[in-house]
């Protein structure tokens, strides 16, 4: 682990969509690998309408362990659960991750060592095991993304971050173009705000199982209508003069 100059207490944050199989095993290794070792620290789970077990499992966690349980009583979408989350979170960082054990929670302390050099850290999911035509994905998205907006970037959407509070403060009170492939969109807004983006090279495996964010018969429709709000999405980010965030 690298040396830290603080155990500033982080608010975790998964989101969950019936993940009953693997929720319980990814709670532990949170508790185990993250929040026992800084104090203070909180899990919030944004869970969006379950119908799996996984309010079951959360509720257990609530009352023992005093879990933060976010969620509504209608279906809100993967980018207002996430939205509402982090608008909840206290401590001076967040740390995002996506669930479905493809990420390594050891990795959370490469990016918790670097985390007062920048406004958002990304886990560069360079280690992966996931299906080829996802990586070809990925590093295509990428490339569109630099090249249309005209900026340095990484994996913009990888979902193993830590942002700043300050920072999600100012996004998650704007108007989001997006509902899917929200971080890469996070990742510009933190860009065009005046924050500093730092990387940090993670290990990403296939999840068992289909995917519940992005299934595979889903992906390209969802690409497509992301690329189609680009226009938008440069409009609003060029149109608006943002404060410089103290880094």
Same mark, same amino acid.
């Given at each position: 682990m690298t040396n830290l100059p603080s155990n500033d207490p982080v608010s975790v944050i998964i989101t969950v969509y019936n993940e009953a199989d693997t929720l319980e095993n990814e709670i532990l290794n949170i508790h185990n690998k993250i929040l026992s070792k800084l104090p203070g620290s909180e899990l919030i789970i944004a869970e969006d309408g379950s119908t799996d077990g996984t309010q079951e499992i959360i509720s257990k966690y609530v009352r023992d362990w005093g879990v933060i349980h976010s969620t509504a009583a209608q279906r809100k979408g993967y980018a207002k659960a996430l939205n509402d989350a982090m608008k909840i979170a206290k401590n001076p960082y967040i740390f995002f991750s996506d669930t479905g054990s493809k990420f390594d929670f050891d990795d959370f302390w490469k990016l918790y060592g670097i985390r007062d050099k920048y406004s958002l850290i990304i886990g560069v999911r360079s280690k992966r095991s996931d299906k080829l035509y996802r990586r070809f994905l990925t590093l295509?998205?990428? #490339?569109?993304?630099?090249?249309?907006?005209? =900026?340095?970037?990484?994996?913009?959407?990888?979902?193993?971050? =830590?942002?700043?509070?300050?920072?999600?403060?100012?996004?998650?009170?704007?108007?989001?173009?997006?509902? @899917?492939? =929200?971080?890469?969109?996070?990742?510009?807004?933190?860009?065009?705000?005046?924050?500093?983006?730092?990387?940090?090279?993670?290990?990403?495996?296939?999840?068992?199982?289909? @995917?519940?964010?992005?299934?595979?018969?889903?992906?390209?429709?969802?690409?497509?209508?992301?690329?189609?709000? #680009?226009?938008?999405?440069?409009?609003?980010?060029?149109?608006?003069?943002?404060?410089?965030?103290?880094?």
């Open positions: 295509a998205y990428n #490339f569109v993304l630099k090249k249309y907006f005209n =900026i340095y970037l990484e994996d913009s959407d990888s979902g193993f971050r =830590i942002y700043k509070n300050a920072l999600i403060n100012k996004i998650c009170n704007e108007e989001w173009v997006n509902t @899917s492939l =929200i971080g890469s969109e996070l990742t510009l807004r933190t860009i065009f705000s005046g924050g500093n983006v730092g990387y940090a090279a993670v290990t990403y495996k296939q999840r068992a199982g289909v @995917s519940r964010g992005l299934p595979p018969q889903k992906i390209f429709e969802v690409i497509i209508d992301v690329l189609k709000n #680009f226009p938008e999405l440069k409009r609003v980010l060029s149109s608006v003069t943002y404060p410089k965030l103290i880094r």
